[in-house]
Nanobody, 125 residues
Framework: VQLQASGGGLVQPGGSLRLSCAAS????????IAWFRQAPGKEREGVSCIASRGGNTYYPDSVKGRFSMTRDYASNTVYLEMSSLRPEDTAVYYC???????????????????WGRGTLVTVSS
């Protein structure tokens, strides 16, 4: 069971970026998938979640309306579309999965157990 995050890079403020989380060794639709980020000197923050089997999505206020998650069932990949990026969005972004989580909420973001390596997003002019 592996997750591979990719798609990070340097983007100007106001720009857009799409991150990918490719799952291998399991069918990602049976798992809730989430994106987290961690900036230097800051705690890890959950920024989005898509529940298993067509369930709900969750976004905290800090990214609501700017970030969006989608699933590509054919490629077993989950995407995080980020727009109107701000310098404070700069962080290492990680994707995580868990089959026990059936709904995405602020509370359930604390229980993800399968993690991939991160990808760095830098928002700067």
């Amino acid at each position: 069971v592996q997750l591979q995050a990719s798609g990070g890079g340097l983007v100007q403020p106001g720009g857009s970026l799409r991150l990918s989380c490719a799952a291998s060794g399991f069918t990602s639709d049976y798992y809730s998938i989430a994106w987290f980020r961690q900036a230097p000197g800051k705690e890890r923050e959950g920024v989005s979640c898509i529940a298993s089997r067509g369930g709900n999505t969750y976004y905290p206020d800090s990214v609501k309306g700017r970030f969006s998650m989608t699933r590509d069932y054919a490629s077993n990949t989950v995407y995080l579309e980020m727009s109107s990026l701000r310098p404070e969005d700069t962080a290492v972004y990680y994707c995580a999965a868990d089959e026990r989580i059936v709904a995405c909420t602020d509370a359930t973001m604390n229980f993800f157990e399968i993690w991939g390596r991160g990808t760095l997003v830098t928002v700067s002019s």
